[in-house]
């Protein structure tokens, strides 16, 4: 009998899970999506590969899974940093910074990029989840243009110029450079939307 992790059956599962996403997550930064199996999966997390089968019906599914749980945390994350901010400039200045913070293994993974690689149906969902991402940054722009923080623009453009942006950008881990590397980041947001970053106050990640 697999041995059951955690004291209750549904602590099980959600232990499990984690496991999964997070031999997935390790997996796809050593070697890439297309290049992991699902025994492979299995073997780094620790469990039995009937197990992934118990959760996840084959690859993508997990993979759709593992993002959601992603996309989930740093929405959560996102939106309680924003919690109490209520000037248009400094919450976009938030929103920089915490994208920088998060690591999308789903974008840095190496390897064909993941629109080659996954069915229709499953790159989809990935858009719908990209959507979710978005949504906080495209709320921003719309308050700071209704209270003339921004001067209007054409949000369907540039939300997803300024989420390709910060996705492309490579930070430094930690020190100085880092901070640089972030209030530059934030410097040119700003300037893309039309704000003098000045007007925002320095602060860094």
Known sequence: MPKIIGATLAEHRAQVRLRLFGALSALMEREGFDAITLADIAGEAGVGRTAVYNHFPDKESLLLGFIE???TSYIGALEESLAG??????????YVQQQIRLKRVYHLAPGPDLRTVVSRNTMLRLREHISQIEAPLRRILIQGIGTGRFPRQDLDAVV?????????????EDGPRRDRAIEE???????AVGVDPSVAVRRTA
């Open 85 to 94: 901010i209520e000037d248009p400039v400094e919450q976009l200045r938030t």
């Open 185 to 191: 980041t934030v410097a040119f947001v700003m300037r």
């Open 69 to 71: 749980n992603e996309t």
């Open 160 to 172: 997803p110029l300024i989420n390709s942006c910060l996705n492309a950008r490579h930070v430094p």
